[in-house]
């Protein structure tokens, strides 16, 4: 599942902590739902409006829900709100899923004044491993020029648009050709997958740009 992808590429497989500000990952994995919904058909998006093309739930129960949400709040179509909205809780919900999936495990720990945090994380060598790969394989898929996938695509597309490149592309000399490949990759998306990848690095500049202030 693309949201499945996204979060391994962005959680450390060695802490399960993530590699970006909170805010921007959960932005990228409500990105990243989305698009599984708009990948099976589900919904479109329009002018940073979203659509609702297909009410039949899909086989996953996360987006089975996410599609429910949509559906229920009609009144709300701006894809930036949904962002912002799907973005709070999207690593615990996807957490979860990969939890279920047997590829992470749920890790609790305690913090500064008795404060608790649960964290996602691959514990088996082959959890790890499995973790490790989803970086890997999408670079290999850039360098080598292969035809990817249109989920691929997004991926690649949400990776650069939440400033996670670095992590996938890591050796500039090895992955010349790969940072080459990245932006006709993204530029061949579907229109509508084009525009969550456009309004998702839009959304990530402006909590970036907040947290500067």
Not at 30 to 38: H, S, T
Not at 54 to 69: C, E, G, M, T, V
């Amino acid at each position: 599942m693309l949201a499945d992808q996204y979060f391994l590429i962005a959680h450390e497989d060695r802490t399960g902590r993530s590699r970006l500000h909170p805010r921007a990952t959960g932005l990228g994995l409500a990105a990243a739902l989305l698009g599984e919904l708009i990948l099976e058909g589900r919904i479109g998006i329009s002018d940073g409006d979203l659509i609702i093309l297909d009410r039949h739930p899909p086989s996953d129960s996360l987006a089975h829900d996410i599609l429910d949400l949509l559906v229920a709040q009609p009144q709300h179509r701006d894809v930036r709100i949904w962002l912002a909205f799907l973005s709070q809780d999207a690593a615990i919900r996807v957490g979860e899923r990969l939890s279920r999936l047997g590829a992470v495990e749920p890790v609790t720990r305690r913090r500064m004044f008795s404060a608790t945090e649960t964290l996602y994380m691959p514990n088996s060598a082959a959890q790890r491993n499995a973790a490790a790969w989803a970086p890997a394989r999408l670079a290999n898929l850039l360098v080598r020029g292969i035809g990817m996938s249109i989920s691929d695509r997004v991926l690649i597309g949400l990776v650069a648009a939440t400033g996670l490149t670095r992590h996938v592309l890591y050796d500039f000399e090895a992955h010349r050709h790969a940072f080459q490949t990245l932006p006709s990759a993204v530029g061949s998306l579907p229109a509508d997958l084009r525009e969550l990848v456009e309004y998702t690095e839009a959304s990530v500049g402006s909590v970036v740009t907040v947290g500067r202030r």
